[in-house]
């Protein structure tokens, strides 16, 4: 296995899925396995399957060793789960033993705790409706095969709902339509689907059989779903057929809007494991996703086709948002695979993972173009770009290496790429077919003997994106400080390589380190707290003359050089950290975003909690620090220290 440290920090455009892909309100249908990212293979077309509804497929397999069941409320006992339910009130246990008979779908709008032992087997279906908030499901063995197949067997429409240690079995056979073992649907927020140990068998009918399906709605977002330790099991298929995936997670929000159907979604520590004869006909997804806000997919050990596929339903969908894919273990044929237009709008990151030796960690389409950077100094993780294939430059990352002078990005050939300043040409590399996308691994040179400083790559964490227009102030102030020079360090209270900064004066940036009208990109002026222009900064430098720089990326999304590389001053009073550092005297800050901000559980600021309004003062206890500092509150949740979300009291 080879570990993958890589990170990717842009909007992205990679991948083309096939037309043979249809995700919606129904899940996934029509075979990825295998099809070439330009084909035009038209697609089935979907139906919501109806609620409680039954389609007739051949009976797989036999229960005539699971006795029959029982299911016991307030110390009564039921020979149908049905009759059960009807009569436990809210807040009940209803504890399963054995296989019930019931066969059709059985309707809950109140809290109930369904707890199974001693062989308990449910066929029929259960769908958790408004009034059912708080419930849980937890040993049952979920039997969805054979002519008593449900398309969906569990369906949860409501809040608060826990999945935990059952097992789902998914056969139905030749019975036409797509098949799903949970649904979630309508108000499902803040469920938590754990333990759970899923098989599903290659579909025979050309359509998808999925663990667990998202389905976001134009109406509600399904927010705050976490999918943890879950074991997926794929017995081996002889023949291409329909996916097989553990999570299938949709928006369903139309292109044109900026909302998402689904929320916060956090997938991790779950196990996918296929056992197809041939890899080359694996039809086994792990993850699919399109317009999702913020996916997090960390810790998982990925087997099968995929690891991750994004996608654009229909190419009708608003984008993904943020995505992370982080320690993962994948030995599937690709890990990442970005559909046409399928586009993280907000960033995606991929480091940290280890990939098997026929693993493709990035699979471009062939309209986009991947390009690898690495490092190659024991240290800095590799940097991965997946941009559109038309896109004509892209920046390269800062090289810089402790006692080494850099010698230049080299290609796989061991030929040196053409770099002008830091921007590199894509047209110099050549597809060897024109249907496919550009994928190419640049490896840095060093050359012992000349000491700079070393470039510290943290996980980013992007800062907020006030529209800051640059407007035509005049040239920034002569600086105050005296120049640095080898006998005047960088100074003390310089914002480290890797953080981030915001203008408290006007000032503008350039192209180098000696400023010059001729050489200066755009000007900023002076603005109040909340929409002070934002930059990353990327490293130390010096004028000729000795004066500290800030080489930055352009953080503001109003501004003509928005994401563009330049430096600006170093001088003292020109800028400040975005982020507190210390802890206030006082112990006390308030909001000052006018939209609020939000509590999470993690000090990552993964798994959000609730909104805090504007003018809300909060005690805090404890400072977290990094390139993006985090506040502990006094409830244990965790908030931004951005200065331009909080102030002290």
Same mark, same amino acid.
């Given at each position: 296995?080879?570990?993958?440290?890589?990170?990717?920090?842009?909007?992205?455009?990679?991948?083309?899925?096939?037309?043979?892909?249809?995700?919606?309100?129904?899940?996934?249908?029509?075979?990825?396995?295998?099809?070439?990212?330009?084909?035009? #293979? +038209?697609?089935?077309? *979907?139906?919501?399957?109806?609620?409680?509804?039954?389609?007739?497929?051949?009976?797989?397999?036999?229960?005539?060793?699971?006795?029959? @069941?029982?299911?016991?409320?307030?110390?009564?006992? !039921?020979?149908?789960?049905?009759?059960? *339910?009807?009569?436990?009130?809210?807040?009940?246990?209803?504890?399963?033993?054995?296989?019930?008979?019931?066969?059709?779908?059985?309707?809950?709008?109140?809290?109930?705790?369904?707890?199974?032992?001693?062989?308990?087997?449910?066929?029929? /279906?259960?769908?958790?409706?408004?009034?059912?908030?708080?419930?849980?499901?937890?040993?049952?063995?979920?039997?969805?095969?054979?002519?008593?197949?449900?398309?969906?067997?569990?369906?949860?429409?409501?809040?608060?709902?826990?999945?935990?240690?059952?097992?789902?079995?998914?056969?139905?056979?030749?019975?036409? @339509?797509?098949?799903?073992?949970?649904?979630?649907? $309508?108000?499902?927020?803040?469920?938590?689907?754990?333990?759970?140990?899923?098989?599903?068998?290659?579909?025979?009918?050309?359509?998808?059989?999925?663990?667990?399906?998202?389905?976001?709605? %134009?109406?509600?977002?399904?927010?705050?779903?976490?999918?943890?330790?879950?074991?997926?099991?794929?017995? @081996?298929?002889?023949?291409?057929?329909?996916?097989?995936?553990?999570?299938?997670?949709?928006?369903?929000?139309?292109?044109?809007?900026?909302?998402? $159907?689904?929320?916060?979604?956090?997938?991790?520590?779950?196990?996918?494991?296929? !056992?197809?004869?041939?890899?080359?006909?694996?039809? %086994?997804?792990?993850?699919?996703?399109?317009?999702?806000?913020?996916?997090?997919?960390?810790?998982?050990?990925?087997?099968?086709?995929?690891?991750?596929?994004?996608?654009?339903?229909?190419?009708?969908?608003? &984008?993904?948002?943020?995505?992370?894919?982080? =320690?993962?273990?994948?030995?599937? #044929?690709?890990?990442?695979?970005?559909? =046409?237009?399928?586009?993280?709008?907000?960033?995606?990151?991929?480091?940290?993972?280890?990939?098997?030796?026929?693993?493709?960690?990035?699979?471009?389409?062939?309209?986009?173009?991947?390009?690898?950077?690495?490092?190659?100094? /024991?240290?800095?993780?590799?940097?991965?770009?997946?941009?559109?294939?038309?896109?004509?430059?892209? +920046? %390269?990352?800062?090289?810089?290496?402790?006692?080494?002078?850099?010698?230049?990005?080299?290609?796989? +050939? $061991?030929?040196?790429?053409?770099?002008?300043?830091?921007?590199?040409?894509?047209?110099?590399?050549?597809?060897? =077919?024109?249907e496919e996308g550009i994928d190419e691994v640049l490896t840095a040179s060093w050359i012992p003997g000349m000491t700079v400083p070393p470039?510290?790559?943290?996980?980013?964490?992007?800062?907020?994106?006030?529209?800051?227009?640059?407007?035509?102030?005049?040239? &920034?102030?002569?600086?105050?400080?005296?120049?640095?020079?080898?006998?005047?360090? %960088?100074p003390r209270r310089a914002i480290k390589m890797g953080g981030y900064l915001y203008l408290t004066k006007g000032t503008s940036l350039y192209?180098?380190?000696?400023?010059?009208?001729?050489?200066?990109?755009?000007?900023?002026?002076?603005?109040?707290? #909340?929409?002070?222009?934002?930059? =990353?900064?990327?490293?130390?430098?010096?004028?000729?003359?000795?004066?500290?720089?800030?080489?930055?990326?352009?953080?503001?999304?109003?501004?003509?050089?928005?994401?563009?590389?330049?430096?600006?001053? /170093?001088?003292?009073?020109?800028?400040?950290?975005?982020?507190?550092?210390?802890?206030?005297?006082?112990?006390?800050?308030?909001?000052?975003?006018?939209?609020?901000?939000?509590?999470?559980?993690?000090?990552?600021?993964?798994?959000?909690?609730?909104?805090?309004?504007? $003018?809300?003062?909060?005690?805090?206890?404890?400072? #977290?620090?990094?390139?993006?500092?985090?506040?502990?509150?006094?409830?244990?949740?965790?908030?931004?220290?951005?200065?331009?979300?909080?102030?002290?009291?």
């Open positions: 296995m080879n570990c993958y440290n890589s990170k990717i920090k842009r909007g992205i455009l990679v991948g083309l899925f096939s037309a043979a892909v249809l995700l919606s309100g129904a899940g996934v249908t029509g075979s990825l396995s295998q099809v070439s990212a330009d084909s035009s #293979t +038209s697609s089935p077309s *979907v139906e919501m399957p109806k609620e409680g509804s039954q389609i007739g497929a051949s009976a797989v397999r036999t229960q005539d060793d699971v006795k029959s @069941g029982t299911a016991n409320v307030n110390g009564e006992s !039921y020979s149908t789960l049905t009759e059960a *339910v009807s009569k436990a009130t809210d807040g009940n246990t209803i504890t399963i033993s054995g296989r019930m008979s019931d066969k059709n779908t059985i309707g809950i709008t109140k809290k109930v705790n369904i707890k199974g032992t001693s062989g308990a087997t449910i066929a029929a /279906g259960l769908q958790f409706n408004n009034g059912a908030a708080g419930s849980t499901i937890s040993g049952i063995h979920f039997d969805n095969t054979g002519e008593t197949a449900k398309q969906i067997q569990l369906w949860i429409a409501c809040e608060n709902v826990s999945v935990s240690n059952n097992t789902f079995e998914l056969n139905p056979g030749n019975a036409n @339509g797509q098949y799903n073992s949970v649904w979630l649907t $309508g108000n499902a927020d803040n469920i938590r689907i754990s333990g759970n140990k899923f098989t599903i068998y290659s579909p025979t009918n050309g359509r998808s059989w999925t663990g667990i399906n998202i389905v976001g709605n %134009v109406k509600h977002k399904l927010d705050n779903i976490e999918i943890t330790n879950n074991e997926l099991t794929c017995p @081996g298929g002889t023949s291409e057929s329909g996916n097989r995936n553990l999570i299938v997670a949709i928006g369903n929000v139309p292109v044109g809007t900026t909302a998402y $159907g689904v929320g916060s979604l956090k997938i991790e520590n779950n196990k996918v494991n296929d !056992y197809t004869t041939t890899r080359s006909i694996s039809n %086994v997804h792990a993850i699919i996703a399109g317009n999702v806000e913020n996916l997090q997919i960390a810790n998982n050990k990925l087997d099968g086709y995929v690891g991750l596929r994004t996608t654009n339903y229909q190419g009708g969908q608003s &984008p993904l948002g943020s995505v992370s894919f982080t =320690k993962n273990v994948v030995d599937a #044929t690709h890990g990442v695979m970005f559909g =046409k237009n399928a586009l993280p709008g907000n960033g995606i990151e991929i480091s940290d993972n280890t990939v098997g030796p026929n693993t493709d960690l990035i699979k471009p389409g062939a309209d986009a173009a991947s390009i690898i950077f690495k490092f190659s100094d /024991g240290i800095t993780k590799d940097d991965i770009r997946v941009i559109p294939k038309g896109t004509n430059v892209i +920046s %390269v990352p800062s090289a810089q290496r402790k006692g080494y002078q850099f010698g230049g990005w080299y290609n796989e +050939s $061991g030929q040196k790429v053409a770099v002008n300043g830091n921007q590199l040409n894509l047209s110099q590399f050549k597809n060897s =077919k024109a470039i510290t790559n943290s996980p980013e964490v992007t800062a907020p994106t006030t529209s800051t227009t640059p407007t035509t102030s005049t040239s &920034p102030n002569t600086e105050t400080e005296k120049p640095t020079t080898s006998k005047n360090p %960088v192209r180098s380190a000696d400023f010059s009208n001729g050489n200066r990109l755009s000007k900023f002026t002076k603005q109040s707290r #909340t929409k002070r222009p934002v930059f =990353k900064v990327l490293a130390h430098a010096f004028s000729k003359a000795g004066n500290f720089r800030y080489k930055v990326v352009d953080q503001n999304q109003g501004s003509k050089t928005y994401k563009k590389t330049g430096y600006v001053t /170093g001088a003292s009073g020109y800028s400040s950290n975005l982020y507190y550092t210390t802890m206030p005297q006082s112990k006390r800050i308030q909001v000052i975003n006018a939209k609020g901000i939000y509590q999470y559980k993690n000090a990552n600021l993964t798994n959000r909690r609730d909104r805090i309004a504007k $003018g809300k003062t909060l005690r805090i206890k404890k400072v #977290t620090t990094g390139n993006a500092t985090r506040y502990q509150l006094a409830n244990g949740n965790y908030i931004s220290a951005n200065k331009q979300l909080v102030i002290w009291k």
